[in-house]
């Protein structure tokens, strides 16, 4: 089964872009999601399928997955983006969901 | 508006057993698959459970595999997560959320969570 590895944390200044990655062996072969989850908030969805941004989401927010490695790219970072970040993925041999260790995301 | 809803958590003793709710609204429940997700103190996101549109088909974590159970009542537009055995590594914040849309099995609805605390 898959094993999603994502740093403890990434820092940026506002304005800046952050980047977020996700390590999983040719996780390229896999559809990657992304999701935010704000102190006390329910987890939201912020990329799914490795680029396509549900309703609501702010064109600010990218994603590309290529060899072994996906990245959630955040442009021009504002201090409401600060958050933890979970990648994810649906592995097709175990029938299993895979979640990345998570992402804190500090906005400086 | 779509809409999730959890309820049932609380406290709980080591051994014993609770059952999770999850209401649906805004959208058609029988349509999507459905799932259990936690996540305990200072720890990430950690998926437990799935289970198909009409129910029939579950797949489950490892670690809850054998001693939690997921069902859905499409007359109530509920979901439920039977958990027995329970034990100290339990203790979480439950969430239930709806297979997105996305090809890849993306989570599009979360509800606001239920916390479970199991101890002594």
């Known amino acids: 089964s898959s094993v999603l590895t994502q740093p403890p944390s990434v820092s940026v200044a506002p304005g800046q872009t952050a980047k977020i990655t996700c390590g999983g062996s040719n996780i390229a072969s896999e559809r990657v999601h992304w999701y935010q989850r704000k102190s006390g908030q329910a987890p939201l969805l912020v990329l799914y399928d490795d680029t396509d941004r549900p309703s609501g989401i702010p064109e600010r927010f990218s994603g590309s997955n290529s060899g072994n490695a996906a990245t959630l790219t955040i442009s021009r970072v504002e201090a409401g983006d600060e958050a933890d970040y979970f990648c994810q993925v649906w592995d097709n041999e175990s029938y299993h969901v895979v979640f990345g260790g998570g992402t804190k995301l500090t906005v400086l | 508006q779509e809409q999730l809803v959890e309820s049932g958590g609380g406290v709980v003793q080591p051994g014993r057993s609770l059952r999770l709710s999850c209401e649906a609204s805004?959208?058609?429940?029988?349509?999507?698959?459905m799932h259990w997700v936690r996540q305990a103190p200072g720890k990430g996101l950690e998926w437990l459970t799935t289970i198909s549109d009409d129910g029939d088909i579950k797949y489950y974590a490892d670690s809850v595999k054998g001693r939690f159970a997921v069902s859905r009542d499409i007359s109530r537009n509920t979901l439920y997560l039977q958990m027995n055995s329970l034990r100290l590594d339990d203790t979480a914040l439950y969430y239930c959320?709806?297979?997105?849309?996305?090809?890849?099995?993306?989570?599009?609805?979360w509800g606001q969570g239920t916390f479970v605390t199991v101890s002594s």
């Open positions: 805004g959208f058609t429940f029988s349509d999507y698959f």
């Open positions: 959320a709806r297979r997105g849309e996305g090809s890849g099995g993306d989570f599009d609805y």
